[in-house]
DNA sequence: GCATAAGCGGTTATCGATAATCGTTGACGC
DNA sequence: GCGTCAACGATTATCGATAACCGCTTATGC
């Protein structure tokens, strides 16, 4: 076992991958005492972890209170997609510029989800869509628009995301549907390449409403569809679409 | 003095407020001990105080050397603009829905404005502004939107902004200029009234890109431009208009 | 019976001390 | 003179222990 520097990021990531995995669902305490016991080590890398992960909005702590793994409720879901829309129109609009030196990149994104999702891999699949979607923030230059839209943590969500769509609506190409962003991007126009990312992101986000049912849920019960690897409850919802 | 509860709070507010008021430059280091004995207390506290600050961006931390008070350049400075007029323009879009339930808080945030723009008190002006636009995203009622809007630390940027503003450019109606976003709340066209907010924030982008000078300097000296009240170096920059 | 208060278990918040790490300084060999 | 490396001082990262606090249960007074 490799003791890696700093305990407390060691902490992080594998209290990450226990929210990620279903290990730890929503609503659940994270015990500082109790984690650290468990791990071997002492309160303080975990308290530091567990509030590395407030920032990171994957957990939420009242004062003297403690911490719990934060809810996602199906209003915050696609409350997501117009900002991510904005957000990635300007990416698109400004990542023409520097599009050349990104497009190998975005290829093998595509070539990567287009596999992942003939294999059925949803993790594989979300990975390289965030990944793509990256490259292009990454492309804008603009460093407070990628920190922004980091902040949004899409990779956690898409996971889930994905999750929810392809048991929803199999048909769905989601690799191909990133292939007209390539191509706007390579046509150099970018408010025409603003514009796609905008609806590429919107339409998701249209797709994603029609699986909540639309309606606003007061209350939540946790609840997932199916997922071909681990139980996955991070977002919890009313409306399920068969 | 009242002991109010959660030490860590208390010292991030004192540190902000050094940190805002000049006491602490950009640059500067923070060292857990020295500050922990500087205000009596144990060192867990600070050092919490000083990661939610990272968080906050307000400081920056290199694993096993230390804290320092963040350099905001001026790429930074300008890049937040694009940033900016995006999410308030669709702030603007979404907040038309709820705006009767917040023209009065408008109203009185240009009043408080217009006021201290006359007597010259930027510390005030920069609140209200701040409020206003707060204000609108509130309106919005995305949840994921106002606290994206809310990790641009908009607060913290604008004081520093609107005193480089003024002593270079003190003819603008600073309040003014947000009565067309009251008037477009009020005609009740959610593209409309997304337009006029993203000019208003882009107006400023340009002024501000203008007192830079435009040219992107690459290295950087702590210096700033006048202001009435504390010293506030939050900036730092190398092309300074006249 | 009900409201209030004291006690308790569990947990967080803070403390003081120690181990680990970094940058620098200065001795040493060439 | 100059590069290498050991030792040092300063600081962070982590530890183990304790104090402060919350929610709940149980006892107490009316």
Redo the contacts with the bound molecule.
Sequence with gaps: MIQR????EQVKEELLDDIMAGRYKPGDR?????IAKRMG?????V??ALRDMVAMRFVE?E?????RVRRIDQREVLEIYPVRACLEELAGQLAVANAADYLGELETAIGHMTRAFSAGDVRTLAHWDVRFHRTILTASGNQILIETWNSLMIEARTFVTLNNLISSAPEIDLAGRHYPIIEALRAGDPIKCGQVMRRHVEEFGDVMKGIFGGGGGSENMSSHVASDDADVPLVTTEAQAG
């Excluded at 994270?30 to 109790?34: H, I």
């Excluded at 080590?41 to 890398?45: E, G, K, L, R, V």
């Excluded at 004062?63 to 911490?67: E, I, N």
């Design positions: 520097v700093i305990l407390s994270l015990v500082e005492s109790q080590i002492s309160q303080s890398p308290r530091e702590v004062p003297h209170k403690g911490a």
